[in-house]
């Protein structure tokens, strides 16, 4: 069954860095998503991205933040200079779009990334 | 605007006993709801979801969910749970306009105690 890989599984890095988090979604899915999870907390919405651009994003994706295509495969998430705060986990999604009928409303999730800002 | 509202943050449950983890809603416009299990250190998997079709929606490992559209509800139940259900689960809504965002819960962690 198809799935959606995310590299790292963890990263450490130290504040002020950039960080590059890859997902590569299923191949066939035209719509893909960025998501966080602060330990213990809920899982947040932070972007959407559609035929090579953003489509929403939510407060918490502000200026630090960025999302690439750069080629047919890969999505990533790019934090420009990390913050404590940004220690997280990270979830990349996507969905197949209306062609799929009613399985497009279905977002696959990736394992997640473990982002640890020290 | 869309949110869902897990009661219950923890909930017990012996083992062999009825599951019943509450997830109520709000909506504008017709929702898409979810459930999603997440295993501790692992990813999110979906468990079922209700699209507007059978109000009545069963998903893998036994649990099964109703749309309640009066209560604006989507409460999760098993008829008998295993020791391989403590998980945290998460209600989520979505619909059917825009480039369709998740919206999480808060999550409720599910204990079973043998």
């Known amino acids: 069954e198809p799935e959606v890989t995310q590299t790292p599984s963890h990263q450490v890095t130290q504040m002020g860095q950039e960080v590059i988090l890859r997902c590569v979604p299923i191949s066939n899915h035209l719509y893909f998503y960025w998501y966080r999870q602060i330990l213990g907390q809920k899982v947040e919405f932070l972007v959407s991205f559609y035929n090579n651009e953003i489509s929403e994003k939510s407060e918490i994706f502000d200026d630090q933040f960025s999302v690439e295509r750069p080629d047919g495969s890969n999505f990533t998430l790019k934090i420009r200079s990390t913050k404590l705060e940004d220690s997280a986990m990270y979830f990349c999604?996507?969905?197949?779009?209306?062609?799929?009928?009613?399985?497009?409303?279905?977002?696959?999730f990736g394992p997640g990334t473990r982002l640890t800002v020290t | 605007a869309q949110s869902v509202t897990q009661l219950g943050s923890h909930v017990s449950v012996s083992e062999g006993a009825l599951v019943l983890l509450r997830c109520n809603y709000s909506s504008s416009v017709p929702p898409y709801l979810f459930w999603y299990v997440q295993y501790p250190n692992q990813g999110l998997q979906l468990l079922l979801k209700?699209?507007?079709?059978?109000?009545l929606v069963k998903g893998i490992n036994g649990f099964e969910a109703e749309f309640k559209k009066s209560e604006t509800s989507f409460h999760l139940t098993k008829p008998s749970a295993h020791m391989s259900d403590a998980a945290e689960y998460f209600c989520?809504?979505?619909?059917?306009?825009?480039?369709?965002?998740?919206?999480f819960g808060t999550g409720t962690k599910l204990q079973v105690i043998p």
């Open positions: 209700y699209t507007s079709a059978a109000t």
């Open positions: 989520a809504v979505s619909w059917s306009g825009g480039y369709q965002k998740v919206t």
């Open positions: 999604a996507s969905r197949m779009g209306l062609a799929g009928g009613v399985s497009s409303y279905e977002q696959y």
